[in-house]
């Protein structure tokens, strides 16, 4: 199984970014997704995740209205719209997949995790 994130970079307070991850060898459509992220010398945190179908998403109450996370079921590519952005959200985004197909806020029920794109916002 293969998670490739996608995305990231750099962008000035306010502005906006998505991000994908591609999923290969994995039965997409019967996994929940997920979009964690870790702040240098902070612990990795739960950001967002998304049910089977796309019809039951979570988000972290310190990006609920600004993030957004969808999926393509038939790109295998789940997404983290993210809008005004702060610079306290700069972080590592890793995306990740748990077989709890209504999905998850836990880190420790995703199975499969991305090697991380890197988001920095500056003020």
């Known amino acids: 199984v293969q998670l490739q994130a996608s995305g990231g970079g750099l962008v000035q307070a306010g502005g906006s970014l998505r991000l994908s991850c591609a999923a290969s060898d994995l039965p997409f459509s019967s996994y929940g997704m997920g979009w964690f992220r870790q702040a240098p010398g902070k612990e990795r945190e739960f950001v967002a995740a998304?049910?089977?179908?796309?019809?039951?998403?979570y988000y972290a109450d310190s990006v609920k209205g600004r993030f957004t996370i969808s999926r393509d079921n038939a790109k295998n590519t789940v997404y983290l719209q993210m809008n005004s952005l702060k610079p306290e959200d700069t972080a590592v985004y890793y995306c990740?997949?748990?077989?709890?197909?209504?999905?998850?806020?836990?880190?420790?029920?995703?199975?499969?995790w991305g090697q991380g794109t890197l988001v920095t916002v500056s003020s």
């Open positions: 990740a997949a748990t077989p709890k197909s209504r999905g998850s806020t836990k880190p420790d029920d995703y199975r499969y």
């Open positions: 998304i049910s089977w179908s796309g019809g039951i998403t």
